[in-house]
């Protein structure tokens, strides 16, 4: 029999019977685990290490050197993100998941997260087919092959001063509409607050309501957005750029688009 790899579980774990744990131990049994272990992995989380020793020195030896890790995003979790950032930078195969139903942080956002309901069976199916297919997909990539929200940051400053002017503007671009999507998630963040959280009844009256000052609000922020747009667009139409550049663009347009009819509607 074939030695099993390891697979490091980045992972809110709470104390011991309580509602974090228990969740964390039904996904792990009946989602990670069989999957990974059809891939040839075997999973170890921090509260499961057996060996004696400083805790933080070994879960960072694991997320180093095992060659696959699943993150769990779930309750945005201040050590799950310490330690997804430790991962990021060393470009090596990860998994995302994250609750259904949660926002995905928008920094990481731009990573694809499964996001996993333990409690609906066909949601449970779907995740396990997902994850077996991106483990498939990342876990015989050279390290060049992977990118996450650190490396990209890095070759972008890298492009920043390049030598070739096709750099540097793929660069502005790339910056430009990141900037753009941050405007967009934030509005939309503002705009749709969880409807579990106020009856939607209240919220529709005084959506009506705040009309006006709504628009006000953030009329200024799309108007700036759109004239960013426009001027990269005319800056970049002398260049022999590919079109995935003004592709991009567009797809930013109707996003604004989408958005400004939302808003204004």
Do not use: W
């Amino acid at each position: 029999m074939e030695k099993m790899e390891k697979c490091f579980i980045i992972s809110p774990i709470g104390e011991e019977g309580s509602e974090i744990r228990k969740r964390a131990d039904l996904i792990l049994k009946h989602i990670i685990d069989p999957v990974i272990n059809e891939c040839g992995f075997k999973s170890i989380r921090a509260d499961k290490i057996p060996k004696p020793g400083i805790i933080t020195n070994q879960v960072i030896e694991h997320i180093i050197n095992d060659p696959l890790v699943i993150a769990d995003l779930t309750d945005k979790n201040p050590n799950v993100f310490y330690e997804l950032a430790i991962r990021h930078s060393i470009r090596k195969p990860l998994v995302q998941i994250i609750q259904k139903g949660e926002d995905i942080p928008f920094d990481v956002s731009v990573m694809r997260t499964i996001p996993i309901d333990h409690r609906d069976l066909d949601n449970v199916a779907e995740a396990k087919k997902e994850m077996k297919k991106q483990i498939e997909g990342i876990i015989n990539k050279k390290p060049n092959e992977i990118e996450s929200p650190i490396s990209v940051s890095l070759d972008l400053q890298s492009l920043k001063h390049s030598e070739k002017p096709e750099d540097r503007f793929f660069a502005k671009f790339v910056a430009v509409a990141t900037e753009i999507r941050s405007e967009i998630y934030d509005i939309r963040k503002r705009l749709y607050p969880k409807e579990k959280l106020i009856p939607i009844a209240y919220v529709e009256e005084m959506m009506k309501k705040s009309e006006r000052r709504r628009s006000d609000q953030y009329g200024g922020i799309m108007r700036d957005a759109i004239h960013t747009l426009e001027n990269l667009e005319h800056e970049l139409s002398g260049e022999n750029l590919h079109s995935v550049y003004f592709r991009e663009i567009n797809n930013l347009k109707q996003m604004l688009a989408t958005l400004q009819r939302n808003i204004f509607s």
